[in-house]
C-alpha cells in the first residue's frame, strides 16, 4: 500500500490539510462510500444524517464510542464521482477522486480554523483511510473511531506527521 501523502498549507486566517491517498479502486467505486450514509458509517469518524448526494443542510454526527456530538453540515457541491464540498461545523470538507492508473487519487482538503489540529486530524484520516481502502477491498472490518483510534496507532501517527508539518 502506498503511505498517504499529507501537507499543509495556510489559507487566509485559517490552515488547509492536504491528505492524498491512493485507492484501489476507479473513482465510481469509491464514490458511494463518500456520500452513502450507511457506508460512511463504515469507516468515517461520523454518521450523516442524509445522503451527501446533493446540496443542502445535513447533519454530521462525530462517534466516540456511546458518545455523539451533532454538527451541521452544508453540501455546497456535489459532481459525482469526482468532487465532494462540504462544510462541518466550521471546517470545509473537499474530496477530490481522480483515476489514477486503475485506482483513485483520493484527495481531502480539510480547512481548518485551528493550526495545532492538523497533526491530529491528518492522523484521524489516516486511520479512516486505512480502513476505507480495506472496505472497500471487501473486508469486514469497523470504523476507527474516537478514544479507539488509541488502540490502532493514532499517537504514533500524530507525532509522524507534527514532525513533517513545517510550522512557520
Known amino acids: 500500500m502506498i503511505e498517504p ?3 499543509v ?3 487566509g486566517d485559517r490552515w488547509t490539510l492536504i491528505f492524498i491517498r491512493e485507492l484501489r479502486q476507479p473513482p465510481a467505486e469509491v464514490w458511494p462510500a463518500l456520500v452513502d450514509p450507511a457506508r460512511l458509517d463504515r469507516w468515517a469518524p461520523f454518521s450523516a444524517s442524509r445522503p451527501l448526494t446533493e446540496p443542502g443542510e445535513a447533519t454530521l454526527t462525530m462517534v466516540d464510542g456511546e458518545e455523539r456530538t451533532a454538527l451541521p453540515a452544508v453540501v455546497h457541491r456535489v459532481e459525482a464521482p469526482h468532487l465532494l464540498e462540504y462544510s462541518w461545523g466550521e471546517d470545509l470538507l473537499r474530496w477530490e477522486l481522480t483515476p489514477s492508473g486503475t485506482g483513485t487519487r483520493l484527495t481531502l482538503r480539510h480547512t481548518l480554523t485551528d493550526r495545532d489540529m492538523d497533526a491530529m ?3 484521524g484520516w489516516h486511520l479512516c483511510a486505512d480502513v476505507l481502502q480495506r472496505l472497500l477491498d471487501g473486508e469486514d472490518v469497523a470504523a476507527i473511531r474516537g478514544r479507539d483510534a488509541m ?3 493514532w499517537e504514533s501517527l500524530r507525532d509522524r506527521y507534527a514532525a513533517a508539518f ?3
Request: hydrophobic residues 55%.
Open 9 to 11: 498549507v495556510a489559507d
Open 5 to 7: 501523502q499529507a501537507s
Open 151 to 153: 488502540n490502532h496507532g
Open 166 to 168: 513545517i510550522r512557520i
Open 121 to 123: 486530524v491528518a492522523a
